[in-house]
């Protein structure tokens, strides 16, 4: 199955922060990589699918970059709803494997 | 707007079958995959399989083929079972929706499963 490795684990940042998280899988994956942000309690929420495309209805601050096996989340301005644990997702083949996530805390 | 609503026994005891059903509501159920995947601290997010509404189905290997997942189109909902679960199976389950590139974009509300004698 293919590895992904997600770094950092966990990160401090203040509001209006630049924050990049990445993710690096084994083997080349193309582009199926997602982004989710998940908060206590609460199911994940896909933000960024296919590394770029950004999924309806989240802020346009969130973005996602790379292809082959090196990609990116970046939250351009940290606004205090983004205090989350951020997890990647690569589904170019079965199993799905998600990143071990990041947990943004408040700085 | 499309809403994915789980239920299912929430305490087992070791060897018991887990059992949990997810019903879909609103947008189409045909033309997707339907997935479930745990989550416990230990191990973060496991993706388990999934299923469409013809019934194919792609599981996680490491479940050892303890997972099965059935489908039911016109009452539009899935069902996962896990075999012989231990305490690493305590976990919260959620089911979820994937289409195309478009991975879990709706989620279910999870279900906390605990196994303990």
């Known amino acids: 199955a293919i590895q992904m490795t997600q770094s950092p684990s966990s990160l401090s940042a203040s509001v209006g922060d630049r924050v990049t998280i990445t993710c690096r899988a084994s083997q080349a994956i193309g582009y199926d990589l997602g982004w989710y942000q998940q908060k206590p309690g609460k199911a994940p929420k896909l933000l960024i699918y296919?590394?770029?495309s950004l999924q309806s209805g989240v802020p346009s601050r969130f973005s996602g970059g790379g292809s082959g096996t090196d990609f990116t989340l970046t939250i351009s301005s940290l606004q205090a709803e983004d205090f989350a644990t951020y997890f990647c997702l690569q589904h170019y083949n079965h199993p799905y494997i998600f990143g071990q996530g990041t947990n943004l805390e408040i700085k | 707007q499309v809403l994915l609503q789980q239920w299912g026994a929430g305490l087992l005891k070791p060897s018991e079958t887990l059992s949990l059903t997810c019903a879909v509501y609103g947008g189409s159920f045909s033309g997707y995959y339907w997935s479930w995947v745990r989550q416990t601290p230990g191990k973060g997010l496991e993706w388990i399989g999934e299923?469409?509404?013809?019934?194919?189905?792609n599981f996680n290997p490491s479940l050892k083929s303890r997972a099965t997942i059935s489908v039911d189109t016109f009452k539009k909902q899935f069902s996962l079972k896990l075999t012989s679960v231990t305490a690493a199976d305590t976990a919260v389950y959620f089911c979820a929706r994937a289409g195309g590139s478009i991975l879990f974009d709706y989620w279910g509300q999870g279900v906390e499963v605990t196994v303990s004698s």
């Open positions: 299923i469409n509404h013809i019934g194919s189905t």
């Open positions: 296919a590394t770029s």
